[in-house]
């Protein structure tokens, strides 16, 4: 953790190996610097490498097929995955695909008892926190959704978090991984999975965002919150991985599916209305999260959601009703602490796509 | 973690082999029930165990070696430590031991080549936190001291928490091991080698404690308390395994080994003039401690360790003297957030047994 650590800490590579793939999007890890960073530590090391950079969005099945090819070709000992939750998400698959012989429909809920390849994880946005999870998200066509694989052996060996490589990532993006970030800490911390502990690394990231949240809405965005963006992201991504998501990641799951909506932004929609369900079911977690952002009331809490968000995508009554149907099923249900029905799940998506902007 | 948690979730114990050896001293885990749990869960999941009930305070190598020769004798594939951190840290030692065949003299800062037995380690008091970190405190009669070693492998695989453990403690040893984690919280968030991620812990612990001091002041050990401390406890403990301690502890160690003055309220003694040094030098760092702990002031601060620590015992000006010209040369010195000479440490000696109970 902190500027130049990647650098500064080059030796620990050394520990997965002396050969790695590197993983990257098309462009961000050569604009952010990362990619050049790791490159130079891998090289003072020793460690061979090779470049894959073409993970795409929301990564499918074939797209970290191809990447586990390549670290097979090179004889990669580890996987170096750069860039946001796609690219750590589709490092981390990769890396169990390389020891694992699966066919497209064995990926997922696959106990993956080959293991998977060491992974060293360089978050350069500020919201999944997979560099401390043992997720990977990918884009499951077969099922019309994203699945997540969960699996110990996909918590990554190493993570570097250096605020640097977030810097020039643009507005919306910041604040969609933002939100996404938020979400994890504030659906980890009322998960029926929770516990003392992901409760305490809840608040503290929630916390974090006490100060965060307002000066992303009012666009001052600096080194020092991005610093902070990065540490709340990690810490709400080690809340996940002990309580998992609750209702609002599988109805985000349908908006990014279907309606191309980003990940972060498609939670961010709904996280309004679901803390105000939650304040009616449990007012006590509500209060409690609300305590920690600084925030008086749920009502205030939309308002701020409302003014990070902007203008607001538009979803039919079908849709409604059809995300409404799949979210339901999702096992994300019973780790969401009320009662839920498929028409709880619509006015959710009514509430979150309904106001449009409010302003403070 | 949790009531029952022993039985609950004894598949754990799977993981870590067939035979196990059960480290215990010599009453407390008969008392409390832990040892009747672990037999329980461990004959439930058909593991042989055998009992090794001699662990000492402070333990010494000795004891550790015979302990590591009744794993070897048992053929024990792991070792279950039941007890306070003189059981745990004397389990752990045993564990390298029985993988590293080492000199007396070698078995400090020894690198543990071969690793350890895993160690399933499970708390009777909190305070300590050597459930979750890398170190195993033990007598170290050549140096006159206490020592540390410190190594990965030390790390336990398994930890359970269960309050109940620690409901029959007497308020004595409820006080001093509260005063120990305490000590953890504070010299962890403090120390040189802090981090965002750790001091985030070390105040989440803080927080616990600012409800758990008043209450062990006035004398209120109600359950609640019990789990609460054993979860700020084991909160310091990751704490210190980032972060290492700082002088406190150093200090603290001569306390224990010429005095006899039990380690957490050795630590407790030091407590109060080092908050009021970090304040002279690093206000900011002593600002966020007493916030954490819902404390006003460093007077108040010392005022309640005072009450804590009821009558004090008495050192000489020969004893002071000794013991600082010992902390001195100890690693600590450079994890403490400012210069120290010998005879500021004399003065923290001097503040730390000189007044007398302040009545609050």
Known sequence: MGRGCVKKDASLFRKLGASALIMTGKNSARQNGSLEDVQAALSGQGIAFSLFDQVEPNPSIP??????????????????????????????AAAALVKNDLLDGDVFGNPLTGGALPVAAIPTTAGTGSEVTQYAI????????????????????????????????????????????LSHAVEGYVANKSDPWSRAVAL??????????????????????RDSLLLASNMAGVVIAHTSTTIVHAMGYSLTYFKNIDHGRANGLILGPYLSLIAKHKPELAQEILSALHIESTHEFSALMDRLLGPKESLSPEEIQAFSDRAIKAKHVGNTPCELSAEDIATLYQQGFGSGSIPL
Not at 139 to 154: G, R
Not at 204 to 225: G, V, W
């Open 138 to 181: 990918l884009t499951n066509d077969e099922a019309q959704t994203k699945t997540s694989l969960s699996n110990e052996a996909l918590f990554p060996a190493l993570a570097f978090l250096d605020g640097n490589y977030t810097h020039s990532l643009p507005r919306a993006i910041t604040v969609n991984t933002a939100l996404d970030a």
């Open 63 to 92: 797209c970290c097929r191809e990447a586990a090819r390549a670290a097979q070709i090179a004889q990669a000992d580890f996987i170096v995955g750069i860039g946001g939750g796609s690219v750590l998400d589709a490092s981390k």
């Open 204 to 225: 503290s990231s929630l916390r974090i965002f006490s100060h965060a949240l307002p000066a992303l809405a009012e666009d001052k965005i600096e080194a020092q919150l």
